[in-house]
């Protein structure tokens, strides 16, 4: 009898014979070559980044929300009671007046740009000295401090993280001369028990040298005691009545 091979051992022979095949393939091969690429590959092209404007010397780029023209206070109120915000506008900037300022506006991360100066007569020392604040979401202070020549505890002078970080350096410059913040800034996170998902996170140049890097915030920034977070959403910005009449100018915000 003629040996008729059935249907299914033909289809165990073309399965025998491709693999055979194959492995002889990849033997000659001995490494598998990896999908050739191209430049092509490795690019993408959406989204396009929006176009901004930058500012020249310092001003405010095309999509920045403008804290203090050097005209008026009209983006802020007194923290207290919500009443206008009463500090004195002088010649382009706004000096520190009767109880703490915030902003009208809440946010969660964002890029500050703000500007200030220590009183040009020094009086007092250490932190009796040019103080105020700035309270990133009005709970976490980063330190306004006349620093320059001005000895006080590390990590509360210019440019700490109030009681919680010291700058890097000190990078102050005179109390006749102004002063540059840019502040980078990514607010806390919370679960919905209220707990902590993530920590506050600031990054602070002060007249450009860095002073804050990616710093991790502990919490509110207290006078006494230590920092514990309680859930918050957005918040203003807000700046303190230390006592001491600095001056603030050139205020701007761009929320990420
Ligand atoms: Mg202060």
Excluded: C
């Amino acid at each position: 009898m003629k040996f008729q091979p059935s249907f299914t051992r033909k289809l165990a022979f073309g399965a025998a014979a491709l693999t055979f095949f194959s492995i002889t393939e990849s033997q000659a091969q001995e490494v598998p070559k990896p999908p050739k690429m191209v430049p092509e590959m490795t690019e993408f092209w959406e989204p396009e980044p929006r176009k901004v404007t930058p500012g020249v010397n310092n001003s405010a780029p095309s999509d920045a929300i403008v804290l203090f023209n050097g005209k008026d206070l009209s983006e802020w109120k007194a923290k207290g009671d919500g009443s206008d915000a009463k500090w004195q506008v002088k010649d382009g900037a706004f000096t520190v007046g009767k109880g703490d300022i915030s902003t009208k506006r809440q946010f969660n991360d964002f890029q500050l740009h703000i500007e200030w100066s220590a009183p040009d007569e020094v009086k007092g020392t250490s932190q009796g000295r040019g103080n105020s604040g700035i309270f990133l979401q009005d709970r976490y202070e980063v330190q306004v401090l006349d620093s320059y020549n001005n000895r006080t505890y590390s990590n509360g002078q210019a440019g700490s993280i109030y009681k919680q970080h010291r700058p890097l350096v000190n990078a102050m410059n005179k109390p006749t001369e102004w002063n540059v913040y840019d502040i980078i800034y990514t607010a806390p996170r919370f679960k919905e028990d209220g707990t902590l998902f993530s920590p506050a996170r600031v990054t602070v140049l002060h007249n450009g040298v860095l002073v804050q890097n990616n710093t991790e915030i502990k919490g509110p920034t207290e006078y006494i005691g230590l920092p514990e977070y309680k859930p918050h959403g957005k918040a203003s910005i807000t700046l303190q009545d230390h006592g001491n009449p600095v001056s603030f100018r050139n205020v701007w915000i761009r929320e990420l």
